[in-house]
């Protein structure tokens, strides 16, 4: 295994330790898979569980994703974005999968599936707390959105809803969400290169 191990791991994560247990993952390493999910799976669970407000189905997406990273590990480019940028786009995409399969087996009423609360949850979860409390960038950036662009990057991005569904919610035409996730999404990345 080429990555440091965790016990001498700094209290913030980088992304180069995480792409190098993601390098160390696609040759294999089974150790390299265990100590990147103990390092990332909370936050990757807060994302999923978010999008799925379902304690158990949150659960299946996090195996179902770690799954797909020791599948497809191989495939990572760093060219194309950071490690945990990549990692959230999986978790992502599998809560995503798992709330549309949901919707389709209730008839399109979610609300019928089993839920939890998510803040009792997530008070459990002191390791979610801490990784939202290292966002403070993108909360300060969001903060600079008109209140209704901000909520329609948040209801596609950490919720999981479709740009159709958002124009249905906000009672706006399609085209108008889509231009506000479009502009949102700009002032989102000018706002990070200002900061960084």
């Given at each position: 295994?080429?990555?440091?191990?965790?016990e001498?791991?700094?209290?913030t994560?980088?992304?180069?330790?995480?792409g190098?247990?993601?390098?160390?993952v696609?040759?294999?390493?089974?150790?390299?898979?265990?100590l990147?999910y103990?390092?990332?799976s909370a936050r990757?669970?807060?994302?999923?569980?978010?999008?799925?407000?379902?304690?158990?189905?949150?659960?299946?997406a996090?195996q179902e994703?770690?799954?797909k990273?020791?599948?497809?590990?191989?495939?990572?480019?760093?060219?194309?974005?950071?490690?945990?940028?990549?990692?959230?786009?999986?978790?992502?995409?599998q809560?995503l999968?798992?709330?549309?399969?949901e919707?389709?087996?209730?008839?399109?009423?979610?609300s019928?599936?089993?839920?939890?609360?998510?803040?009792?949850?997530?008070s459990?979860?002191?390791?979610?707390?801490?990784?939202?409390?290292?966002s403070?960038?993108?909360?300060?950036?969001?903060?600079r959105?008109?209140?209704?662009?901000?909520?329609?990057?948040v209801?596609?991005?950490?919720?999981?809803?479709?740009?159709?569904?958002i124009?249905?919610?906000?009672?706006r035409?399609?085209?108008?969400?889509?231009?506000?996730i479009?502009?949102?999404?700009?002032?989102?990345?000018?706002?990070?290169?200002?900061h960084?």
């Open positions: 295994m080429n990555s440091p191990a965790i001498n791991d700094l209290p994560l980088s992304d180069e330790r995480v190098l247990w993601l390098a160390d696609a040759s294999g390493d089974r150790q390299a898979l265990a990147l103990k390092q990332v990757l669970f807060g994302l999923q569980l978010r999008i799925l407000n379902n304690k158990a189905l949150a659960e299946e996090l994703t770690f799954v990273v020791w599948k497809n590990s191989g495939t990572y480019n760093p060219d194309k974005g950071t490690p945990m940028a990549w990692l959230n786009s999986l978790a992502r995409f809560a999968d798992m709330r549309r399969r919707l389709v087996r209730h008839g399109g009423d979610f019928k599936r089993s839920s939890l609360d998510v803040e009792t949850f997530t459990e979860l002191p390791a979610i707390h801490e990784q939202l409390a290292q403070e960038l993108l909360s300060l950036c969001l903060g959105l008109r209140p209704e662009v901000q909520q329609c990057i209801a596609i991005y950490c919720e999981g809803y479709t740009q159709e569904e124009s249905t919610s906000v009672d035409p399609l085209g108008t969400v889509k231009s506000w479009l502009r949102g999404l700009k002032s989102l990345k000018e706002c990070f290169v200002e960084n």
